[in-house]
């Protein structure tokens, strides 16, 4: 896949014009027969969650299972006690991080009083600095029995901050869930069509939030203080199927990802042991190489303005040259042989 981006690269290079297309970076595609846990975890216990939910999140095949293409998470009402209630939690912390990017999720969700699918994403330094300031991006979340969805965001500005919009849609149906996020905005979109945009800005500061990596979470809530409760109408079990989840970066007919613009160039590409990053300024602030999941493989401060970076120490793949300076960040995509 690597050799074909090229490829693409050098035909778009011909167009007169840059024009933004999409790069597959990651994705799950829920083909197997178990949950890939080289992508996810599970989430475990009760206790409320922080919303004083009522489930018990555990990895039973009851709750959680992949088949015929899609992953289930149901919801079930057990009977008494402390575990009444069970659903599944699963998460890509500590396994896939992203910075950026087009986020999407087919899925097909239930209804029911106190019934709460959500597809989100948490800072990845929310064990250093913990909620909210680590933000959290709603990229879908349902309630209840509303014909209707909502993408929200969540911060610390003099304590607890958020924002979001619903739109209408028939959540028993399969849709397209996503947003778009850069360094300047976070937009909402249902089946391509947009709906909501919050702009991330130092005034509020949610730039502390939302320019940092973050991993994306999938689960089923039962009850909580937004859907209150279930009753006896609520069906029992209940399920979420999710087609995929696939995460995009942005990339310009040259190659560059259009995160920011900045007038820079690396070559050679496809790259053998090092190099170069030209650029007419003094020098960029930092230079970042991470793989294609996000991990960061090296950190290089104070580029100088026409520099070497060596990266024979890299396996042969594609990565991605992250280039920072006054606040916009420009991305390539290069080819290590």
């Not at 896949?1 to 024009?19: G, W």
């Not at 555990?58 to 209630?85: D, F």
């Not at 209707?148 to 399969?174: C, I, K, L, R």
């Amino acid at each position: 896949m690597c050799r074909n981006l090229l490829i693409l690269f050098l035909l778009a290079a011909q167009q007169s014009q840059a024009q933004t297309t999409w790069q597959l970076m990651w994705s799950d595609e829920f083909s197997g027969e178990t949950l890939n846990t080289n992508n996810w975890s599970y989430a475990f216990g009760n206790g409320g969650w922080g919303n004083n939910e009522w489930q018990y999140y555990s990895n039973a095949a009851e709750n959680i299972e992949v088949s015929n293409g899609a992953l289930k998470i149901t919801a079930r009402h057990e009977g008494t006690g402390p575990t009444e209630y069970t659903s599944a939690r699963i998460i890509t912390k500590d396994r896939f991080e992203f910075q950026y990017g087009k986020v999407e999720a087919r899925m097909k969700l239930p209804l029911g009083q106190g019934l709460w699918p959500a597809f989100w994403t948490l800072g990845a330094n929310i064990d250093e600095v913990s909620w909210p300031r680590c933000g959290e991006i709603d990229i879908m979340e349902h309630v209840n029995n509303e014909y209707m969805t909502h993408g929200a965001v969540h911060w610390y500005n003099n304590g607890h901050s958020f924002t979001g919009q619903g739109t209408s849609v028939d959540p028993t149906e399969y849709h397209v869930y996503g947003v778009i996020w850069d360094s300047n905005q976070i937009r909402w979109f249902v089946d391509g069509i947009q709906f909501y945009q919050f702009n991330i800005q130092a005034s509020n500061q949610s730039d502390d939030a939302f320019m940092h990596p973050m991993y994306l979470l999938l689960n089923l809530a039962i009850g909580g203080n937004w859907p209150g409760y279930p009753d006896a109408s609520t069906p029992f079990p209940s399920s979420m199927l999710v087609d995929y989840v696939r995460v995009y970066q942005p990339l310009l007919a040259n190659g560059v990802e259009g995160v920011g613009q900045m007038p820079l160039s690396i070559f050679p590409n496809p790259v053998a042991d090092d190099f170069r990053i030209e650029f007419p300024f003094h020098e960029l602030e930092q230079c970042r190489i991470r793989d294609m999941a996000g991990k960061e493989l090296l950190r290089v401060d104070k580029v100088k303005s026409s520099a070497t970076v060596d990266v024979s120490f890299l396996a042969p793949g594609c990565y991605i040259v992250e280039c920072i300076m006054n606040g916009t960040r420009s991305r390539h995509t290069i080819l290590k042989q």
